[in-house]
């Protein structure tokens, strides 16, 4: 009898005694997503790498990692990916949504179609896939929703006018579900970084509308010239990934993490500053300057 015990347990799969956890990252290709993939796989999690275009894609270090397509704002390829990735392990544990491009400038220059398809991507992307996990992660009772947000979700930088924008938008939402989903065992964290070395500032894109007489011609350059300024201190992608890792194994996890000091510094400046007054003076101050104001407020 324990001769046989022991052979039926070796024809099990393995992956009903592993601890690994089943992992879904959206955005994958490069920067954050790509880090966190090759972060969670080193540590033996099971790890899917989802990007738009997988047929241009240099590969990941780790094969373990499997690679996906997909684009988030295609609802049907999103259902397909969590429908393939259920069939094949049973389950997802955790879903980290890091999808997501910087749309540059001010409202006033940004076409409404352009603004629409920021919030596609870093919004409606998110909203998809966490419609699509939800019925899963209820049914066993357990989950990680990880959202990859930014410190200009609660204190957006000037003229990133709809990434932040989008970003204030995932904040609201995921704080919303995050009082309820644990009535289904379920979590949800944000993540928010400030600048981090990625190819996102490179790959921006600048809104096309432009009024007669541009009045924000020298604001938009110098502010290009001060986010590839920002690129020299910021935060490695390996960082933030490191942090997703711990961040889903907490028992208790929390809704929001900055990923630096600096992130810390301007989330406790911004949560006492009830009237906004505080943190709108640092924006108006630096603006001026990106404007080529003089400190007397000459216009």
């Known amino acids: 009898m324990r001769v046989l ?9 393995l992956k009903v005694f592993s601890d690994s956890k089943v992992v879904l990252v959206t955005g994958s290709s490069k920067g954050i997503g790509k880090a966190i993939c090759e972060e969670l796989a080193s540590h033996g999690e099971v790890v899917y790498g989802t990007m738009r275009s997988p047929e241009t894609f240099d590969g990941f270090e780790n094969k373990s990692i499997k690679i996906k ?27 980290v949504n890091n ?12 076409d409404l179609e352009q603004a629409k398809a920021q919030f596609d991507t870093n919004f409606f992307g998110t909203f998809s896939m966490m419609q699509a996990v939800l019925p899963q992660m209820r049914a066993q009772n357990s989950g990680h929703i990880v959202n990859i947000s930014s410190t200009s979700g609660f204190d957006p930088f000037v003229g990133l006018d709809m990434y932040a924008a989008s970003k204030c938008a995932l904040e609201g939402l995921s704080s919303a579900m995050a009082g309820y989903l644990n009535q289904f065992g379920v979590h949800i ?12 500032n490179q790959a921006m894109t600048r809104g096309s509308r432009v009024p007669e007489n541009n009045p924000y011609e020298k604001f938009q350059k110098n502010l290009v010239v001060l986010l590839a300024s920002r690129q020299k201190t910021a935060q490695k992608p390996q960082e933030v990934a490191e942090l997703v890792e711990k961040v889903i194994f907490q028992e208790s996890p929390k ?4 990923t630096n000091l600096s992130g810390v510094q301007r989330a406790q400046n911004n949560l006492v500053d009830i009237t906004g007054c505080s943190t709108l003076d640092v924006k108006q101050s630096l603006t001026k300057e990106l404007f080529g104001h003089e400190e007397n407020g000459a216009e």
């Open 69 to 95: 397509k997909l684009d988030v704002t295609k609802v049907d390829q999103i259902e397909s990916v969590v429908s393939e990735v259920i069939s094949e392990q049973g389950r997802i544990d955790v879903v």
């Open 189 to 200: 964290s944000l993540i928010e970084p400030g600048p981090v070395k990625t190819e996102i």
């Open 255 to 258: 809704l929001r993490y900055q």
């Open 5 to 13: 015990l022991v052979a039926f347990l070796l024809l099990l799969p």
């Open 99 to 110: 999808a997501g491009y910087l749309l540059l400038g001010p409202c006033e220059l940004t």
